[in-house]
């Protein structure tokens, strides 16, 4: 999910390939799509601009939201962490 919302960026922003507005869109659905927040968040920003995409402030919305919940999904988890807690 990380490298296709990066290669979404570069198509959203023309940085080192063709800028692509609506290309940009489909990648950071396919990474949204695997709970990328990143992802969620630009295609929020793209359907509240109506950036490559006819504006939709309730899609908008609704992507806002979903970037949220993955983003305190997070706040969760922890790299390592043992649930048997200390020994």
């Known amino acids: 999910a990380y490298a296709t919302h990066r290669l979404g960026r570069m198509h959203r922003t023309g940085h080192g390939v063709e800028r692509d507005p609506e290309r940009a869109l489909g990648l950071f659905a396919r990474a949204a799509e695997r709970g990328f927040a990143a992802a969620h968040r630009d295609l929020a920003e793209m359907y509240q601009a109506g950036e490559g995409v006819e504006q939709d402030l309730t899609r908008a ?18 790299l390592g962490s043992n649930d048997d807690g200390p020994r």
């Open 61 to 78: 919305h609704e992507h806002l939201r979903l970037a949220e919940a993955a983003e305190a999904s997070l706040d969760g988890q922890t």
